[in-house]
């Protein structure tokens, strides 16, 4: 079992900069590939960015490569996502999930075991 706990959104102007963080429970986290997903209202959840498990490989969305970047460390259970040069349309809940042990860098949502309960990221313009 592997709790998810999200903290860093909140509201900030357009060309501003958030770190959003994701705590993990347990001892797997070192053995998962982690993500960022996000979701704006009336919209489908979409992929923002994942990390692997081993070797720091990590795969972006179009919308967000070159402003945001994620990373992690294991040694102390944590996945970041730095989100600079904000846009209004990145308005969103962001949610960090983990994959399956072992999972190569997959933007599957299906792919995700475990979800962390969002934070909200508002841009104001």
């Known amino acids: 079992q592997v709790q998810l706990v999200e903290s860093g959104g909140g509201l900030v102007q357009a060309g501003g900069s958030l770190r959003l963080s994701c705590v993990a429970s347990g001892r797997t986290f070192g053995y998962r590939g982690m993500g960022w997903f996000r979701q704006a209202p009336g919209k489908e959840r979409e992929f923002v960015a994942a990390?692997?498990?081993?070797?720091?490989?990590?795969s972006y969305a179009d919308s967000v490569k070159g402003r945001f970047t994620i990373s992690r460390d294991n040694a102390e259970n944590t996945l970041y996502l730095q989100m600079n040069s904000l846009k209004p349309e990145d308005t969103a809940v962001y949610y960090c999930?983990?994959?399956?042990?072992?999972?190569?860098?997959?933007?599957?949502?299906?792919?995700?075991?475990?979800w962390g309960q969002g934070t909200q990221v508002t841009v104001s313009s």
């Open positions: 999930a983990a994959t399956l042990p072992y999972r190569a860098v997959t933007l599957q949502i299906g792919a995700y075991e475990y």
């Open positions: 990390i692997a498990w081993i070797g720091g490989t990590t």
